[in-house]
Nanobody, 115 residues
Framework: QVQLVESGGGLVQPGGSLRLSCAAS????????MEWYRQAPGKERELVAS???????YQPDPVKGRFTISRDNAKNTVYLQMNSLKPEDTAVYYC?????????WGRGTQVTVSS
C-alpha cells in the first residue's frame, strides 16, 4: 500500500499563496486519480482538486480559478498551488490516491488563513 506524506502547510495571510506537496512512496502513475481534500472543524471532508492518470484536472467551484493541482511523475509527487487564499480555506488538507484496488490517504497538513 502506498504511503502519502503531505507538506507545505502553515499560516498565511488572506490573499496569500501556499504550495502543498504530496510525496508518494510508489509510482503515482499506478493510480487512476490523485486528489486533494480538506476538512475544517465541524465540517465534512470535501474534494478541492483532482488529477487523472491522463492529466485531466478538476476543481470545484469554491476553489476554481485559485487552486491548481499538478504532478511530477519522476518525483512521485503531487502539488496543490493555492493562490488568493481566503479565511474559509482554513482546514487540514489531505492527499488521496485512488485506484480500484487501492485507496490511500495521507495524514494531512494544516493550512490556516488569518491576519
Amino acid at each position: 500500500q502506498v504511503q502519502l506524506v503531505e507538506s507545505g502547510g502553515g499560516l498565511v495571510q488572506p490573499g496569500g499563496s501556499l504550495r502543498l506537496s504530496c510525496a508518494a512512496s510508489g509510482s503515482i502513475f499506478l493510480f487512476n486519480t490523485m486528489e486533494w481534500y480538506r476538512q475544517a472543524p465541524g465540517k465534512e471532508r470535501e474534494l478541492v482538486a483532482s488529477i487523472t492518470r491522463g492529466g485531466s484536472t478538476y476543481q470545484p467551484d469554491p476553489v476554481k480559478g485559485r487552486f491548481t493541482i499538478s504532478r511530477d511523475n519522476a518525483k512521485n509527487t503531487v502539488y496543490l498551488q493555492m493562490n488568493s487564499l481566503k479565511p474559509e480555506d482554513t482546514a487540514v488538507y489531505y492527499c488521496h490516491a485512488y485506484s480500484p484496488l487501492q485507496n490511500s490517504w495521507g495524514r494531512g497538513t494544516q493550512v490556516t488563513v488569518s491576519s
